[in-house]
Nanobody
């Protein structure tokens, strides 16, 4: 059974930073494209960032570009999301996901192209 586990969420003040992690068993983690999405109550799931399995290609969502950085350490089977300059509108449940295919293009911004999801970690940013 595929298992993705997020951690690192919490409640922080606006302007501060937070780092999220997503871990998985080796056969789940490599050699797959992985991504972060987020979902706030009453809103659609929003693409945050994607990273190729070698870590040499990334895609970012418009609302977080320049503030968030996605990375991965395949030796540790862990993906990260470094979030800086957090804003109240970044408040959401953050989920990691594994892409269902090997391609790396803008179609990765769509949730339908992922076959496995974690349970999420809550990030709350207060003003």
């Amino acid at each position: 059974q595929v298992q993705l586990v997020e951690s690192g969420g919490g409640t922080v003040q606006a302007g501060t930073s937070l780092r999220l992690s997503c871990t998985a068993p080796p056969r789940t983690f490599n050699p797959y494209v992985l991504s972060w999405f987020r979902q706030a109550p009453g809103k659609d799931r929003e693409f945050v960032a994607a990273i190729s399995w070698r870590g040499d290609q990334t895609i970012y969502g418009d609302s977080i570009r320049g503030r968030f950085t996605i990375s991965r350490d395949n030796s540790k089977n862990t993906m990260y999301l470094e979030m800086n300059s957090l804003r109240p509108e970044d408040t959401a449940m953050y989920l990691c996901a594994r892409a269902s295919g090997a391609w790396f293009d803008s179609s990765l911004t769509t949730p339908v192209n992922y076959d496995y999801w974690g349970q999420g970690t809550q990030v709350t940013v207060s003003s």
